[in-house]
Every structure is written in C-alpha cells, then in structure tokens.
C-alpha cells in the first residue's frame, strides 16, 4: 500500500516541528519506533510468523488453491493500477515538498515513490527515510523535513479512518471511534499544514489523500478479486485502512502481518470473511512489493549502467 510511515525524529526535531499536537505525535512516534527498535528481531520473526501462518490458514479455510488464483486481476494490478499509485506517489511527493518548502520536479519525485514504496519493506522505516532524505538534499531542514513527512503520513491515515468509519455504517461503538479519530486528525494535520503552507497547499495535500484512497481502493479491490470474492468498491474501505494503518505504524516491515491482522479484525464487523479479507490485503502487499522491487531495481542499475558505458 501506498504509505507514509512516520520519519524517525530526534529529540532536537520534535522541538522544532510545531505546534503541540504535533508535537505530542512526534514525541508517541519516537516511543514507537524506539520500542520497535530494541525488539526489532522478535517483532519482525512474530510479523512473519502471523503472515505467513495467516496465508496458510485463510487459504485452508477457503480452500483455496494457488491455481484458483485469477492472473488477469493479478496482472490487472501489477500492470495498471500500482504504477497508477506510483504516479499519484510521485504528485503527492511533489505537494508534500511545497509545504516543506522545496520544488521537487516529477522525475526526481517519481523515483523518490517508487524507491520509498520498496524501502517500506525493509525492517526500518524505510519510506519515510527516502522520502524524509530526498526532502533534505533538496535543501529542507531535518526538523522540517520530518514534521511534514509525519504530519502527511498521519492525514493518510485519519483520512482512511473516516472513510473506514463511514463504510462500516457508523452503526456500532468501534465504527464510531474509528470515524471521530479520523475526523481529528484530518482537522489537525490539515490545521497544522494550513499554518506551515498556507491554505492552497493544505487544500492540496487533502485532496491528493482522497484521490489516492480511490487508487489505494482499486488495489485492495484487485485483492479481493484475484481470490474470486466480490465486494461493493465502498465497503472495501475497512480494509484500506487496515493495510494503511499497519504500515504506517512502523512496527514490522511495511506492516508485515499487522495490517492483515487488522484487515481480519475488522471484518468481523462486516459480511466480509475475515480469512478473505487477510488474503487480499496479504496479496496487494505481495504484487506491490514485486512491482516496487523491479521499479527500485531499473531506477538504481541503469543510471549505474549509463556512467559505467560513457
């Protein structure tokens, strides 16, 4: 899933990186990420362990087969829609760089998405490094780079909340809260930007979210798909927002497990089976990861390949 997990931020960044609220969520993400860190090893083992142990068991219980996969919808993802969300990565990468300041052109941003989309897999929080890292070359300060990278990440997040919320009928306790959390942190990271970059680019950075959960939507629909279950395109949002919140939480790669974990959890508040729902966000994770692998990998060899011939 296209996401922005929060940067690492040090003590001296999350003095400088605004106003309380923020603040208060950069001082929750560094307890985060530094509990992630000194157990990282046993995070990453149980993450493959729910993985992979939740791959097996959901295809069991569906009796699903690795032939009953359907290719097109698999190539229909891996072909179309994820270089679609590398696209949109890379304008949303390039709004993200006026707030901060910076003028990123399209080429240099769509190599910074595709590259941060693979880093994401890695057992750090990669994304937000390459996208945080490209923010400072171009000549944005550490402090300001990683306020914007968080306070971006988290209106991903509360902006699939909501929408999460909605889908889900706001019939019931944890639908409401999921719904009212999403509320909140759209209106304080929205404030927050509106503050830093004016009201044209916090306007800007609110309507790049809502189009990429209508990109983030075709691939967990694709998901669905590929394993032959039919879901209403609204009602899938749950799950978007599971495979968001887990990556963005930074605790195992790229959310390994937990945001198939979540996607499981919260489809027990829906018709969907939560087997069904963990094999989809399991198998957008999978194409994504192939199809960032090989972009990553054209991105760093050729321009190597270019000085090696000249």
């Not at 979210?209 to 998901?223: F, S």
Request: contains cysteine.
């Amino acid at each position: 899933m296209s996401t922005e997990p929060v940067l690492p931020i040090s003590s001296s960044d999350a003095k400088g990186s605004g106003g309380s609220a923020v603040d208060r969520l950069t001082a929750a993400m560094k307890r985060l990420q530094a509990f992630a860190s000194k157990y990282r090893t046993v995070i990453i083992a149980v993450a493959v362990v729910i993985f992979v142990g939740g791959l097996a068991y959901s295809a069991s219980s569906l009796d699903l087969k690795f032939s009953d996969l359907s290719l097109p919808y698999i190539l229909l993802s891996a072909g179309l829609i994820i270089p679609i969300a590398f696209l949109y990565g890379a304008l949303n990468f390039m709004v993200m760089a006026r707030g901060a300041g910076q003028n990123i052109a399209f080429w240099p941003a769509f190599k910074v998405s595709c590259v941060a989309q693979f880093a994401e897999f890695l057992p750090i929080p990669g994304g937000a490094i390459v996208r945080g890292g490209a923010l400072v070359r171009d000549g944005s300060g550490a402090a300001n780079a990683a306020a914007h990278v968080m306070v971006n990440a988290v209106l991903w997040v509360a902006c699939a909340a909501l929408t999460a919320g909605l889908a889900l009928g706001l019939n019931n306790l944890i639908a409401i809260l999921i719904a009212c959390s999403g509320i909140a942190g759209i209106v304080i990271c929205t404030g927050w930007l509106w503050s830093k970059a004016g009201p044209t680019l916090a306007m800007a950075a609110l309507a790049m979210r809502i189009v990429g959960l209508g990109i983030a939507g075709l691939r967990i629909l694709a998901g669905f798909l590929v394993i032959g279950v039919s879901i209403a395109f609204f009602d899938l949002y749950p799950f978007v927002f599971a495979a968001i919140l887990g990556s963005a939480a930074s605790i195992a790669p790229g959310g390994l497990g937990i945001s198939e974990a979540i996607a499981a959890a919260i489809a027990t508040l829906s018709t969907i089976p939560p087997e069904a729902a963990f094999l989809a966000v399991a198998i957008n994770r999978l194409i994504g990861f192939a199809v960032s692998g090989v972009a990553t990998a054209i991105i760093t060899v050729l321009p190597k390949r270019a000085k090696a011939s000249a």
